[in-house]
């Protein structure tokens, strides 16, 4: 099983300001994605990246994959709290199964 | 378009009963998986079908989890006897394509506490 270690594990800033988390792995990526999750709710599927280097914006979201496909980060711009939630990325689990594996994810905080 | 349903959202049992869950897929898709979300960590899979045959259960415990999915669209997942380590919320997620890089839709999973 790929393992895939976030960080920070968690984080408390105010509005407005700038944040990046991370995903990283040891092991080569076919493709990776970016979920969020929000408390009662299950995972919601932000971005998909599948090319090494590949830079995707989803308005205040920058999400980038590294040039090796072995890591990716998520920028947020100008935090709202409405960006508060459990960010986890996910990645195929291989051995030939299409499910993923996910990281334990990033809980986000955004203060008012 | 109506999502993926879970029921129960909770279940609250003593350790060593037996529990079920169930989930219904959005129409169409083929591909179901099953997730254990333990606090403070990653959803991890626990089963995949296609259609209503196995891909994938190489991380279910099957001394005491068992799946089925009949006729291919809903599933259930039961756990007999359970552990106080079996305390989790209990995702299913469907897709179109069965493939890691398509989207997964997630219900909004079933909170089992063991005691």
């Known amino acids: 099983t790929q393992l895939l270690e976030q960080s920070p594990q968690f984080l408390s800033i105010q509005e407005g300001e700038n944040l990046t988390v991370y995903c990283n792995s040891s092991?080569?990526?076919?493709?990776l994605q970016w979920y969020r999750q929000e408390p009662g709710e299950g995972p919601v599927l932000l971005v998909t990246v599948v090319t090494g280097g590949e830079v995707k914006k989803l308005k205040r979201l920058t999400f980038q994959f590294g040039d090796a496909r072995k890591d990716s980060s998520l920028h947020i711009t100008a935090a709202q709290p409405g960006d508060t939630g459990l960010y986890l990325c996910?990645?195929?689990?291989?051995?030939?199964?299409?499910?993923?594996?996910f990281g334990k994810g990033t809980h986000l905080i955004i203060q008012p | 378009e109506a999502g993926v349903a879970q029921s129960p959202r909770y279940k609250i049992i003593e350790k060593r009963q037996s529990v079920a869950f169930w989930c219904n897929p959005i129409s169409g898709h083929a591909t179901l998986y099953w997730y254990q979300q333990i606090l403070g960590q990653g959803p991890k899979l626990l089963i995949q079908?296609?259609?209503?045959?196995?891909?994938?259960d190489s991380q279910l415990p099957k001394d005491r989890f068992s799946a089925e999915r009949l006729k291919g669209v809903d599933s259930t997942l039961k756990i007999q006897p359970a552990k106080l380590e079996d305390s989790a919320v209990y995702l299913c997620?469907?897709?179109?394509?069965?493939?890691?890089?398509?989207?997964?839709?997630f219900g909004q999973g079933t909170r089992l506490t063991v005691v």
């Open positions: 079908f296609q259609n209503n045959g196995v891909v994938d």
């Open positions: 997620a469907s897709s179109l394509a069965g493939r890691a890089d398509t989207e997964a839709f």
């Open positions: 092991s080569v990526f076919s493709s």
């Open positions: 996910a990645g195929p689990s291989g051995g030939g199964a299409d499910g993923l594996t």
